[in-house]
């Protein structure tokens, strides 16, 4: 009887979603009860929240979090994902209470983590970002996530090194997880434009890259992959004499 | 009661919102990450919200796929799942799943009665007015206080040419609801004035448009003997009578086009 009556009280809120006037034209203006019935549990808020911040709407995300914590204030998933919603709208005291309350009600919360560590990436305060990170580690070893991201504040602060190595661990751990994938792009990319400044640093102002600018540079590797071409490489050859 | 109205008015209208039909992606492989640690009933309610969002923002085809992370990953018992998704489904034009959903809602609930409502709904739209109507005298059979079932049913015997069991239905809705007792307090001539209106559903107001809808069509029957057997004689006015119904049944009335109740103008909205 209870499921009978959530399923009948959920459709009953679909259809109101279903019929209702295009409510995002006046988002200022609503209210939870626009969103759902003040009967329906904290993790459907969420959902909501998500799937607007997923269309880019992040106000109304903010506002379907924050109903959310209305049914249930101690609800950590709401509070780490309006933070990042916070985080995108450049709230970033919003952002990090946010982060800072869902940790105080889960120590262990990684995402609370992770996202505290990309707010304070953002805000250049690298030690903090990586210190977050790590934590998360710590909690869940296998949160390629978190590798990713301290990644990107190894990257930041040019320690590229380090910063391959927890990329490495991200696609090992999550061999379908793309986002390590790109990254480790721009990180290569990154220590070939020092390579291509060191060899300038070195062979004296003035000299060309031996393949030319390093957009002409990968532009003939892209070809030269595509068509089996290895001739690229001989353009960097040294010959003795 | 008043819930269930809501269903049922809802998918009403589900079949009048003409939507794009937007390619369907059911054969990508599911990807349901979201709290997947969590509770089956943690994620269920996740994924009706993310489903809910996806349709407030016209995102038919995002909000289905919510829905089937929910009845094919999560909970294949979950009813409601099922119940939005045909909804989604009658949006989409994509009847034949829309009666599959329902069918599994009445596989897995056989009492549910919004099921049969909303089904027989997808089959007048598919046409199927002989299924439609077993759905709808399925419904009254088992609850007789079923309005909208009486509604829904009328629709289909008017679409059947027969007015007079229309008639019959919606004058059944109207008394089963009280809305004519409710029409005749706020319209009595001696009410004070300021007096304020009494708490009823709006929506039980539709039987009373339907009914103008098909004493209108026995109207344009009746308009349409006189000028057959009067000809050339016919008087003028009556012809523009005539020929101003028969655009009105040919467009925004048609009956036999799925969408006559939207045009009929009984959404909730309106009010």
């Known amino acids: 009887m209870k499921r009978l009556t959530i399923c009948l009280m959920i459709l009953g809120v679909l259809g109101t979603l279903l019929i209702a006037l295009p409510i995002t034209s006046a988002q200022s203006e609503m209210t939870c009860d626009d969103l759902a019935p003040a009967t329906v549990p904290a993790s459907l808020f969420v959902g909501m929240g998500d799937a607007y911040f997923a269309q880019g709407d992040q106000t109304l995300a903010i506002l379907a979090y924050t109903c959310g914590l209305a049914q249930d204030d101690t609800y950590t998933p709401a509070y780490v994902n309006r933070g990042f919603a916070h985080l995108v709208q450049h709230n970033d005291t919003a952002a990090e209470d946010d982060f800072n309350r869902a940790l105080e009600l889960d120590d262990a919360s990684v995402a609370a983590y992770n996202n505290r560590g990309l707010l304070y990436l953002s805000q250049g305060n690298f030690g903090l970002a990586i210190t977050d990170f790590t934590l998360a580690i710590t909690f869940d070893p296998n949160y390629a996530i978190a590798y990713h991201n301290r990644a990107l504040v190894h990257a930041a602060e040019r320690n590229y090194d380090l910063a391959l190595a927890d990329l490495q661990q991200a696609i090992v751990l999550d061999p379908e997880y793309a986002a390590p994938h790109a990254t480790l792009g721009a990180v290569y990319a990154a220590m070939a434009l020092e390579s291509y400044q060191t060899y300038a640093d070195i062979a004296g102002e003035g000299a060309r890259l031996p393949g030319g600018e390093p957009d002409s540079i990968l532009n003939a590797q892209k070809r030269g992959l595509e068509t089996n071409d290895f001739s690229i490489w001989l353009i960097f050859w040294t010959p003795a004499y | 009661m008043k819930k269930r109205v809501i269903i049922s008015l809802v998918v009403i209208l589900v079949l009048v919102m003409v939507g794009p039909v937007l390619a369907q992606d059911d054969d990508k492989e599911l990807d349901c990450p979201a709290f997947a640690n969590s509770s089956t009933e943690n994620r269920v309610t996740?994924?009706?919200?993310?489903?809910?969002?996806?349709?407030?923002?016209?995102?038919?085809?995002?909000?289905?796929?919510?829905?089937?992370?929910?009845?094919?990953?999560?909970?294949?018992?979950?009813?409601?799942?099922?119940?939005?998704?045909?909804?989604?489904?009658?949006?989409?034009?994509?009847?034949?799943?829309?009666?599959?959903?329902?069918?599994?809602?009445?596989?897995?609930?056989?009492?549910?009665?919004?099921?049969?409502?909303?089904?027989?709904?997808?089959?007048?739209?598919?046409?199927?007015?002989?299924?439609?109507?077993?759905?709808?005298?399925?419904?009254?059979?088992?609850?007789?206080?079923?309005?909208?079932?009486?509604?829904?049913?009328?629709?289909?015997?008017?679409?059947?040419?027969?007015?007079?069991?229309?008639?019959?239905?919606?004058?059944?809705?109207?008394?089963?609801?009280?809305?004519?007792?409710?029409?005749?307090?706020?319209?009595?001539?001696?009410?004070?004035?300021?007096?304020?209106?009494?708490?009823?559903?709006?929506?039980?107001?539709?039987?009373?448009?339907?009914?103008?809808?098909?004493?209108?069509?026995?109207?344009?029957?009746?308009?349409?003997?006189?000028?057959?057997?009067?000809?050339?004689?016919?008087?003028?006015?009556?012809?523009?009578?005539?020929?101003?119904?028969?655009?009105?049944?040919?467009?925004?009335?048609?009956?036999?086009?799925?969408?006559?109740?939207?045009?009929?103008?009984?959404?909730?909205?309106?009010?």
């Open chain 2, 46 to 271: 996740y994924y009706v919200g993310e489903g809910m969002a996806y349709a407030d923002s016209g995102q038919v085809s995002r909000a289905i796929y919510s829905y089937t992370c929910i009845v094919e990953l999560i909970d294949p018992t979950y009813v409601p799942g099922y119940m939005a998704r045909a909804m989604l489904y009658t949006q989409r034009h994509d009847y034949e799943l829309a009666v599959e959903d329902f069918n599994r809602v009445i596989d897995l609930q056989p009492d549910f009665l919004a099921a049969y409502n909303n089904r027989g709904i997808v089959y007048a739209a598919q046409q199927e007015y002989e299924l439609a109507l077993a759905d709808f005298d399925h419904v009254l059979g088992a609850d007789s206080g079923y309005v909208i079932a009486y509604n829904n049913r009328a629709v289909i015997y008017a679409i059947l040419g027969d007015y007079d069991q229309a008639i019959a239905d919606l004058e059944q809705a109207i008394s089963v609801s009280g809305i004519d007792a409710i029409y005749a307090e706020i319209t009595d001539p001696d009410r004070p004035a300021g007096t304020e209106d009494p708490e009823y559903n709006p929506n039980h107001a539709q039987p009373y448009a339907l009914l103008g809808i098909i004493y209108s069509a026995q109207a344009l029957d009746n308009y349409e003997a006189y000028l057959r057997l009067k000809g050339s004689q016919s008087d003028a006015r009556i012809q523009s009578a005539a020929g101003s119904l028969e655009s009105r049944f040919t467009f925004e009335l048609r009956l036999d086009d799925g969408t006559w109740l939207f045009t009929a103008a009984f959404s909730p909205i309106a009010g």
